[in-house]
Nanobody
Framework: QVQLVESGGGLVQPGGSLRLSCAAS????????MNWYRQAPGKQRELVAA???????NYQHSVKGRFTISRDNAKNTVYLQMNSLKPEDTAVYYC???????????????WGQGTQVTVSS
């Protein structure tokens, strides 16, 4: 069983910073894409940032220049550095991975349990 475990969420004041981590564990052959999604109350889940195995990153327009996604392939871990946080960034942040568990398995989608980020004074 593959598991994705997020950490690093919490309460921060506007303008502050947080770094989220997501560690993947279990039977993993390769991780093709790792993503961060978020879901605020009353809103649909949205993609925040994505990064490929060759370190190509893409961002939602609203976080570009403020957030940075990175990954450590040796640790099967993805990070989201969040700077200049705004109240509208408040949401549950979810780690998501597209990976394969063996050389003969198709790629599959896995989700973390989510970590709460609250930006408030």
């Amino acid at each position: 069983q593959v598991q994705l475990v997020e950490s690093g969420g919490g309460l921060v004041q506007p303008g502050g910073s947080l770094r989220l981590s997501c560690a993947a564990s279990g039977s993993i052959f390769s991780i093709n894409v790792m993503n961060w999604y978020r879901q605020a109350p009353g809103k649909q889940r949205e993609l925040v940032a994505a990064i490929t195995s060759d370190n190509i990153a893409n961002y939602q327009h609203s976080v570009k220049g403020r957030f940075t996604i990175s990954r450590d392939n040796a640790k099967n871990t993805v990070y989201l550095q969040m700077n200049s946080l705004k109240p509208e960034d408040t949401a549950v942040y979810y780690c998501h991975a597209i990976l394969v568990t063996s050389s003969v398995s198709p790629e599959y989608s896995y989700w973390g349990q989510g970590t709460q980020v609250t930006v408030s004074s």
